[in-house]
């Protein structure tokens, strides 16, 4: 009779581990996204939107890996004749209104600004998401996009924020043209960022349940988004943005991958800033004068 119980008691409590993984991995790679009126309204609400409105846009599609249509929106420069242009990637669960807040920032630096939906989210197809090893796909293939569209001897460069840094990064190891990166608040490694977290709560024994539901369920494996494996021979220049009391992305992230990147770098720990909130905690102004100062530091090297 014991061991009857005993059985059921071990059989109910891996059913349960299972349920509660493949529910966890579910949340990682079929998020929930925001909507672009949802995003366009928080960051209306936290003053974040400059002068957005002012700018003249054009919205287009992208063919992007396998097939997947990409939709991007290019935020003109003022001056028409200006050949420099960055491509900003948004965070988990936002879309390209969630780039809005870095744009008066570039644009103060004369850059033509192209935002897009990262796979998965804002206007998209709905699909499985990786947080940056598939998406890194895509953006090298926006990256070629550019250049077809814009012309071969434009400046251009890549910005990203969390998810978006991983993305930026991780497309590093196709050795794409490009002439700067700047990585805000970004993770080294998916399945390290999720183990930790996990740990933390004294939940670490679900990761390789969750890990396993990502492969079987999704054929996605987290330990494949590794920005940090896409700088042990990268010649990008980058700067690494961090805030220091970021809890969700800890800054020990960034500082791991300013270590082990090869090229030329810069990492900057913005005090009191949590995740995602540097350029708020900055100002636009001294935000834009990092990446200004940043840009100088490129051409003396």
């Known amino acids: 009779m014991f061991k009857k119980i005993a059985i059921a008691i071990a059989t109910l409590a891996l059913v349960a581990y299972c349920v509660v993984s493949y529910n966890l991995a579910k949340?990682?790679?079929?998020?929930?996204?925001?909507?672009?009126?949802?995003?366009r309204k928080w960051i209306e609400e936290h003053n974040l939107l400059g002068n957005f409105d002012t700018y003249e846009k054009k919205d287009y599609k992208i063919n992007a890996y396998k097939g997947y249509t990409i939709n991007a929106q290019i935020v003109k420069s003022k001056d028409n004749s200006n050949n420099k242009y960055v491509i900003i990637s948004h965070g988990f669960r936002s879309n390209r209104n969630g780039s809005i807040k870095y744009i008066d920032t570039y644009q103060k630096l004369g850059y033509n600004v192209i935002i897009y939906d990262v796979r998965g989210h804002g206007l998209n197809e709905k699909t499985a998401v990786s947080l940056g090893n598939i998406e890194s796909e895509d953006l090298y293939m926006i990256i070629q996009d550019t250049y077809k569209r814009f012309g071969e001897n434009i400046h251009l460069g890549l910005h990203g924020e969390s998810m978006g840094s991983s993305i930026s990064l991780s497309v590093l190891s196709k050795k794409p043209k490009l002439d700067f990166v700047v990585a805000d608040c970004g993770f080294s490694n998916l399945y390290n960022l999720i183990y930790g977290a996990y740990k933390e709560?004294?939940?670490?024994?679900?990761?390789?349940?969750?890990?396993?539901?990502?492969?079987?369920?999704?054929?996605?494996?987290?330990?494949?988004?590794?920005?940090?494996?896409?700088?042990?021979?990268?010649?990008?220049?980058?700067?690494?943005?961090?805030?220091?009391?970021?809890?969700?992305?800890?800054?020990?992230?960034?500082?791991?991958?300013?270590?082990?990147?090869?090229?030329?770098?810069?990492?900057?720990?913005?005090?009191?800033?949590?995740?995602?909130?540097?350029?708020?905690?900055?100002?636009?102004?001294?935000?834009?004068?990092?990446?200004?100062?940043?840009?100088?530091?490129?051409?003396?090297?």
Not at 27 to 39: Q, R
Request: net charge negative.
């Open 27 to 39: 949340s990682i790679v079929m998020p929930k996204t925001l909507t672009l009126d949802e995003e």
């Open 201 to 301: 709560n004294n939940i670490g024994f679900l990761i390789y349940g969750v890990s396993a539901a990502t492969k079987l369920g999704y054929h996605i494996d987290m330990k494949k988004t590794s920005p940090i494996d896409a700088l042990s021979q990268n010649n990008i220049p980058i700067c690494f943005i961090h805030g220091e009391n970021d809890t969700f992305i800890k800054p020990k992230h960034s500082e791991l991958m300013f270590e082990n990147n090869k090229s030329m770098d810069e990492l900057h720990i913005v005090p009191k800033a949590e995740h995602a909130s540097s350029i708020s905690v900055l100002g636009t102004d001294k935000y834009s004068e990092i990446i200004s100062e940043f840009f100088k530091s490129i051409q003396k090297s």
